[in-house]
Nanobody, 120 residues
Framework: QVQLVESGGGLVQPGGSLRLSCAAS????????MGWYRQAPGKQRELVAT???????NYADSVKGRFTISRDNAKNTVYLQMNSLKPEDTAVYYC??????????????WGQGTQVTVSS
């Protein structure tokens, strides 16, 4: 079993900042890639950012220059620093992890989601 627990969501004004955290726990051998996805009302879930165990990052065009993804491999934790937030960033943000369990089985896992609301 692998669990992802997210935190850090909330209500913020346009131009403000939030930092999301996601900690993975359970039967983990190694996590190759961690990332953040989001889903706004009435829209499909979309990629926000990903980061590999080696530190290679990938961002959606809509967040480049504003969001920064990072990870602490020792803690199996991924972060998303969100700056210059816009109302369009309002969504439920989901943590994702891909890796190997202790039985060396490849798996893909999702957190429960955390609400980010950007509004005046």
């Amino acid at each position: 079993q692998v669990q992802l627990v997210e935190s850090g969501g909330g209500l913020v004004q346009p131009g403000g900042s939030l930092r999301l955290s996601c900690a993975a726990s359970g039967s983990i051998f190694t996590i190759y890639t961690m990332g953040w996805y989001r889903q706004a009302p009435g829209k499909q879930r979309e990629l926000v950012a990903t980061i590999t165990s080696g530190g290679t990052t990938n961002y959606a065009d809509s967040v480049k220059g504003r969001f920064t993804i990072s990870r602490d491999n020792a803690k199996n934790t991924v972060y998303l620093q969100m700056n210059s937030l816009k109302p369009e960033d309002t969504a439920v943000y989901y943590c994702n992890a891909n890796g190997l369990t202790t039985s060396l089985t490849r798996g893909n896992y999702w957190g429960q989601g955390t609400q980010v609301t950007v509004s005046s």
